[in-house]
């Protein structure tokens, strides 16, 4: 069910695109109880003139590889598996395709379960319930 959207700046090769969906989807499925299949994920690339990205916000110094993860989610994960979440994405990043930990800006976006529809217009996650 999240919803991971992922922004960069242009120029990376495909293994590299491969590797930030396949690390995210690992890191959501260890902290989040994400199950099997349960994979929704685009990246948008950027030229310099269309992405903007702080280089010292919060005293982190950023560089150009720098990228933007919005995951939208529902909102039934404790404080405890988001901290976890981030923390896990920073690492399997760093693993591969080896991003500096500086460089990975994550923001989560709470929705409630009747938000979502995964197909045939129905809200899977209320469908079955009164």
């Keep these: 069910m999240p919803l991971v959207q992922v922004s960069l ?3 990376k ?5 491969q590797a930030i969906f396949d690390r995210v989807y690992r890191a959501m ?12 994920m685009a990246i948008t ?6 992405f903007s990205v702080s280089p ?8 150009d590889d720098a990228i933007l993860l919005q995951l ?3 909102n039934t994960r404790t ?11 920073v690492e399997v990043l760093q693993e591969s395709p080896g991003l500096r930990p500086e460089d990975v800006f994550i923001n989560l976006v709470e929705v409630l379960p009747e938000n979502w529809s995964f197909g045939h217009g129905i809200a899977q996650y209320v469908a079955n319930k009164s």
């Design 29 to 40: 499925r260890e902290t989040f109880n994400v199950p099997e299949d349960d994979r929704f």
């Design 45 to 50: 690339e950027h030229d310099a003139s269309t």
């Design 79 to 89: 404080r405890e598996q988001k901290q976890a979440l981030y923390r896990r994405i």
């Design 13 to 17: 090769p495909a293994a590299y695109h």
């Design 56 to 63: 010292t916000y919060f005293g982190i110094a950023r560089s």
């Design 9 to 11: 700046r242009r120029g």
């Design 72 to 74: 939208t989610v529902s």
